[in-house]
């Protein structure tokens, strides 16, 4: 348990700031939205460090209980995933951005509920 305490006392205030900046720098985001994917090194730079740190998580907390725990799994899961493709699919991160542009609230919507996410573990790691 003491692993999981940690993982949401790092996890959720993460989770939050970004979550609040996205909320409140709508405009920056939207110009990093569009210089993201062309910066080529910078993707794959993330795709590298969003690997390791989904790794260092699955590889520490693989937890698969039916509490609060395996939310932070699901984010490591997350992470490794996203890395994976990251540095594989490099390109794609171009396609994909170019329809978050379009539909801005496909990534408003998930930030909000990742907002929340952020707090209940921010909560259940301090509390």
Not at 9 to 22: A, E, F, M, T, W
Not at 41 to 63: C, E, K
Request: charged share 15%.
């Amino acid at each position: 348990m003491d692993n999981s305490i940690f993982l949401a006392k790092l996890i959720g205030p993460y989770i939050i700031v970004i979550g609040v900046g996205l909320i409140f720098n709508r405009k920056l985001f939207r110009q990093i939205l569009e210089d993201f994917p062309k910066n080529h090194a910078l993707v794959y730079l993330s795709g590298l460090i969003t690997f390791v740190t989904g790794l260092a998580i699955v590889l520490t907390h693989n937890i698969w209980a039916r509490d609060w725990r395996t939310i932070i799994t699901v984010f490591g899961w997350m992470a490794l995933v996203k890395g994976i493709w990251l540095i594989i699919r490099p390109g794609a991160v171009e396609k994909m951005t170019r329809i978050y542009l379009k539909h801005i609230q496909l990534v408003l919507i998930p930030w909000a509920i990742m907002l929340l996410i952020g707090l209940f573990l921010t909560i259940k790691g301090y509390l």
